[in-house]
């Protein structure tokens, strides 16, 4: 259990539909790929009509996906454990003309100006993306499951009785992030520091930005005090500390990246990934994994709280979402909080 | 510019590539909503045969959604302005055999256990939601193109002097508010309503959601009040509504739909679509558009800090996004504020 809460390299957005969103592929167990690339086109005929479902373990109705564990019914690998992936496609601006001549519409409802209908184009304009995984394993499948999301209200008393005797426990380890402060690894991806040891920080990009493109920018703040596990741990003492955050990293932003501080999201999670304070900067438009309203806690709203309240982060009640498989979950549920 | 708050039907995120990811309906231009709704499912043949593409005005390859401005081209507004939305559906569970049964399956590559294909299923498993504006303004067109977001940051002095005075110039129609709450229109969908004409709200699906799944479970609830705009103008005095919002609107869904409260995040919206207190209740898992933390308050904090304060949301500095052709965004600017 000492590793359930890492550092975020893929989406870490703690929700149902995607706490791993992604498609490996290429990686089949270590093994070289050996197949060459069929000929693109080539009819695979009926190799899904026996397709038997066992468990749907993830879809999206935002992203039109759904992601299925099955046994294939036909062909080389029948009766293998298999996943796979369906996912709709995105229109095409060249279909379009011929999308409204052959599409049949059927009206669904109308009030003043606004009217919806049910579009049914023929079948060629219609395309589905089907990955199929398979021979599956275990872990593919363990993979590609989503775990049921619950939102907790955590009041100071729940979090000083149950959610801090377990951090404690754990005791969660954060060498990496000590390593980052003292230059033991990552130096180079270094974008500013401020050495302060008591308002200071290093500011890097999140793994998750490849840094390729600005619509994407993600970068952490990671302070030097070590002391301060989380939002939890906040009083007006703080305050230096944090105003410091927010102005040399939105500075340091706008002078490597020309993004001024207008396009930026600056916030905290709670419960954050690890228990070591570091602030998120993301730029807006960007609908960042944990930028939801029940995980992140805007940097300047945590300032105001602050400066209103130096026991607002011990005495109320904090909502946060917790994955199904999460220990913390557990704990919260002997204690009847749950 | 009197209407550029509308009611949201797709997704109203705030993010730049839908700043005002909304399609209104209902309020054209003030008027009321004289139109039945029309029996669901029947034809409307060919309405769309013949719609001419101006402009491709937002797409998101993520949602599998397009915005078009464009001319229809036969029935009883032939020639006229209007917006198009296409969306695709979700995968809906229920189909997934017949789907992989009557699908035709191209093969595209294979790379060790993992292949792709493309997946043409027949006409009558697919849907694509269709939403027309007709006749569409240049104001309904402008709103529906994709814009720079800017974050705004606004104090209470900032509301009183520039916002609040914006909102009452435009005297933004409401009017198909006011169809639900007398059952004018929509009176079929309403799911739950408690008549008080003080604490009481009516509770419907959201226009996003299509019903058909679970898990972009979205509903909103429209008090009977009707002189509270927004957070803005909530006191301790609204705490009974709030509560009562709440805790009706949630034992509502589980009642309907068998969702549990701790599986729901309840939130409000500043700015909000519209000046007409409302709050939404989206199921967690979902990244509903618009849950993000800049615009985004959680029902449960919006009710701890009024306890706290009754002056909360009259003083404190509000963070919000607005898009780079909001008017407010204008005036902000013209009072030097932004």
Known sequence: MADTKKR????????????????????????????????PGSEAGSMLAGFQTE???????????IFIHGK?????????????????TPFREDSLAELFKTSELKHQMRNDIYSTYHMHPPAHLNDIKATVVCPATEKHIKKYQSQELFLIQE?????????????QEQSFSVQWVYNILEKKAEAD?????????????????????????????????????????SLRDLTQEHLPLLQNIQQQGQEAIMKRY???????????????????????????????????????????????????????????????PLRADDALLHKLREAGRF
């Open 189 to 229: 991806r270094i974008v500013f520091e401020d050495p302060d040891p008591q308002n200071g920080f290093v500011l890097l990009p999140d793994f998750k930005w490849d840094q390729k493109q600005l619509d994407d920018l993600y970068l952490i703040a990671i302070c030097h005090q070590r002391e301060i596990k």
């Open 55 to 65: 468990k749907i373990m993830r879809e999206s109705s935002r992203e039109k996906n």
């Open 258 to 320: 020309s993004v001024p501080s207008c396009r930026l999201r600056v916030y905290l999670h709670y419960q954050p990934s690890y228990y070591h304070l570091h602030v998120h900067f993301t730029v807006l438009g960007y609908e960042a994994p944990g930028c939801g309203v029940e995980r992140a806690h805007l940097l300047s709203d945590v300032i105001q709280n602050l400066q209103t309240d130096t026991q607002h982060y011990r005495t109320r009640t904090l909502t946060y």
């Open 155 to 167: 009041s100071g008393e729940d979090y000083r009785n149950i959610t801090l005797p377990y951090i």
């Open 72 to 88: 294939m019914g036909s062909g080389p690998n029948e009766g293998q454990d298999a996943v796979l992936i369906l996912e709709k």
């Open 8 to 39: 975020s390299l893929d989406s870490d957005n703690g929700t149902e539909s995607g706490p791993e969103k992604k498609l490996a592929t290429g990686d089949g167990d270590g093994k070289d790929a050996k197949q060459p690339v069929a000929d």
